[in-house]
């Protein structure tokens, strides 16, 4: 029962201070016939991600980056962009009612988000029915951008995410035998292991170096079963990626439990969430980024570092700066392509080449994935460290 209080009040913590933020952004569709009337031209920017639910943390530091960008770069083509806000709930039904309403009513050019792979992939078909370009920030699922050709993407994806975990392991921790647990709901989950046992049979040249795969779901609180099963094998590490809260609740009984192996996970770790809930006993975790103060590798980098500092008074999230960037990315396809159609904005997008974001420099290929190298961090001190930089082949 403790473990559900925690949740609970993370939750109700997120709806709290997130409730503001979208009814600020939020204008109703009369207000903005007024502002087009009075001659106030403007392109409307449409942006959901989940503001509560179970997703809250990331979908939050996300749009502050989003909001942020729009902020130091508030026109494009001689017109104010406007971001529309909808909270989709961390729920994928919520996920296509959101982005439904930005295109059919709230009439946007183009679409930012979101944060999570589910919510994505589950809003993907509507935007590539309705042809309205959308551009991620964090869904590194390879579904969001597969045969969407109005679906792109800032961040790395998993195949990528996965071999970098599975190669740290073996190459600088030294290990031969590994443990997954995954959220069986989950695509962001279920992908990211599938690749990491790939890259990690391959790695130690053993069909057999993956000991097992234990699977829980969205919202399980009690890991105990799963956690009896690993403490009866010798693997050298687990990797679990998943939502922060679930896996945060897994490392916690798992020490409690007096099991000391290794704990690797994927990008969603970042969530500060995610060392608020496991405390002590996420110390030592590692996992993969898509950004980190100690590896600034652009211009944009130390502009988004100053401004986000300035703004929020604590250190920049790695969430933070891939909305900066998708935003940014998006400014810049709507500028070349010089007109807000969003069939031609779509267009310019998948021309991007080099572009400098503060995550580095991002090209996007003909699947409308970036080509970005990754970071890989640890927890130390309940803050995140820096471990390497990993580039992409």
Known sequence: ?????????????GMI????????????????EEESTKGNPRIRIGVFQPLTGAAAAGGRMTLEGIQLANHLFPEVLGKRVELVVIDNQSDRTEAVNAVRRLIQEEKVKAIIGSYGSSLSIAAGEIIKKEKMPAVGCSPTNPMVTLNNDYYFRVCFADPFQGTVMANYAVRDLGAQKAIIVQDEVQEYSLGLSR??????????????????VYNYHSGQQDFSNILGEIKKNSGDVVFAPGNYIESALLI???????????????????APDFREIGGEAVEGVIFSSHF??????????????????????????????????AYLVLLDAIK????????????????????????????????GDAQKSAVIMKVENKKLSYVTFVEAE
């Open 1 to 13: 029962m403790r473990y559900k209080g925690i949740i609970l009040s993370f939750i109700l913590a």
């Open 17 to 32: 201070s997130t409730g503001c933020t979208g009814s600020m952004e939020m204008k109703t569709s009369k207000e903005r």
């Open 195 to 212: 690749y990491f046992m790939e890259a990690f049979q391959e790695s130690t040249g053993n069909e057999d170096s993956i000991l097992g």
């Open 252 to 270: 916690k009984q798992a020490r409690e439990m007096g099991i000391q192996i290794p704990f690797l996970g994927g990008d969603t770790w970042e």
């Open 292 to 325: 980190s103060e100690e590896a600034q590798v652009t211009r944009r980098t130390q502009l988004f570092l100053e401004e986000y500092e300035k703004k929020h008074q604590r250190e920049a999230n790695a969430f933070g700066a891939l909305g900066f960037d």
């Open 336 to 367: 070349r392509a010089g007109t807000d159609d969003s069939e031609k904005i779509r267009g310019a997008l998948a021309e991007t080449e080099n572009f400098e974001g503060a995550t580095g420099k991002i090209t996007l290929d003909k699947n």
